[in-house]
C-alpha cells in the first residue's frame, strides 16, 4: 500500500527566510510519480511539480526547488526568500503507475506554512 | 482556458438527505476524479472517471456513487448524508488516460451536514 508521510503539521518563518518541507513516501512500485500542490485559504489545491520514480533530478522554478532522492523515499520542497503569499497549505502525494490505478493519489497530511511579515 | 468548475460552491444539508455535486473538467480532458477533505482524514480519493466508466474507486461506502457524461462532466451522489460527511470535495481533472499526469483541481464544494 502507499503512503506519504508529511511530518511536519505547521511551519512558521519570518519573511525572507528560506522553509524546507520534508516528504517521506512508501510505495512497492518501481514506477511512480511524486507531486506538489498548493493549497491558499481559497480551498482550490494548485500543481506545482511532478517527478517521475526514474528522474532524481533536482529542480528549481523561481523561488522552489525540490529535493528527490529514492535512496531515502524523500521528495522535500524548498521554498527560498519567502514572502507572504507563500502562506498556504502544502501536500505531497503519490500516485502508481500502473494502468489499472488510473489518476488515483495518494496526499499526504499537508504542512501549513505561515510567512509572517 | 476555463479551469474546473464545480457547483455549488457551499451546501447545507440535514442528515439522512442525499445530495449531488456537480464538476465541469477542463475542456479536453477526460479524466474526472473526486477527492474528500476533512480535517481528521485529510485528503481521500472517492472514485475516479473515464470516458463514462469508473476506473478506480477509494475506500467509501456505497452511498457515495458517481457517473461521468459523455461530454465528461461528473457528478457525485452521496445518499443517506451522515454528520461526518461534512466535508470539502474536490473534483481534479486530468488530460490523458494513461500515466499519472498532473490533475487540476476545482474550487471545491463545501458541504456541511446538519
Known amino acids: 500500500a502507499q503512503k506519504v508521510t508529511q511530518a511536519q503539521t505547521e511551519i512558521s518563518v519570518v519573511e525572507k527566510e528560506d522553509v524546507t518541507l520534508d516528504c517521506v513516501y512508501e510505495?512497492?512500485?518501481?514506477?511512480?510519480?511524486l507531486f506538489w500542490y498548493k493549497q491558499p485559504p481559497s480551498g482550490e489545491l494548485v500543481f506545482l511539480i511532478r517527478?517521475?520514480?526514474?528522474?532524481?533530478q533536482n529542480e528549481i522554478s523561481g523561488r522552489y526547488s525540490w529535493n528527490f532522492q529514492k535512496s531515502t523515499s524523500s521528495f522535500n520542497f524548498t521554498i527560498t526568500a519567502s514572502q507572504v503569499v507563500d502562506s498556504a497549505v502544502y501536500f505531497c502525494a503519490l500516485s502508481e503507475s500502473i494502468k489499472a490505478a488510473g489518476n488515483k493519489l495518494t496526499f499526504g497530511g499537508g504542512t501549513r506554512v505561515l510567512v509572517k511579515p | 482556458k476555463a479551469g474546473v468548475t464545480q457547483t455549488p460552491r457551499y451546501l447545507i444539508k440535514t442528515r439522512g438527505q442525499q445530495v449531488t455535486l456537480s464538476c465541469s473538467p477542463i475542456s479536453g480532458h477526460r479524466s474526472v476524479s473526486w477527492y474528500q477533505q476533512t480535517p481528521g482524514q485529510g485528503l481521500q480519493f472517492l472514485f475516479e472517471?473515464?470516458?463514462?466508466?469508473?476506473?478506480n474507486k477509494g475506500n467509501f461506502p456505497g452511498r457515495f456513487s458517481g457517473r461521468q457524461f459523455s461530454n465528461s462532466r461528473s457528478e457525485m451522489n452521496v445518499s443517506t448524508l451522515e454528520l461526518g460527511d461534512s466535508a470539502l470535495y474536490l473534483c481534479?481533472?486530468?488530460?490523458?488516460?494513461?500515466?499519472?499526469?498532473?490533475?487540476?483541481f476545482g474550487p471545491g464544494t463545501r458541504l456541511t451536514v446538519t
Open positions: 510505495t512497492r512500485d518501481t514506477t511512480y510519480y
Open positions: 472517471y473515464f470516458s463514462e466508466t469508473q476506473r
Open positions: 481534479a481533472s486530468s488530460l490523458w488516460d494513461r500515466a499519472p499526469y498532473e490533475q487540476y
Open positions: 517527478r517521475n520514480s526514474f528522474d532524481e
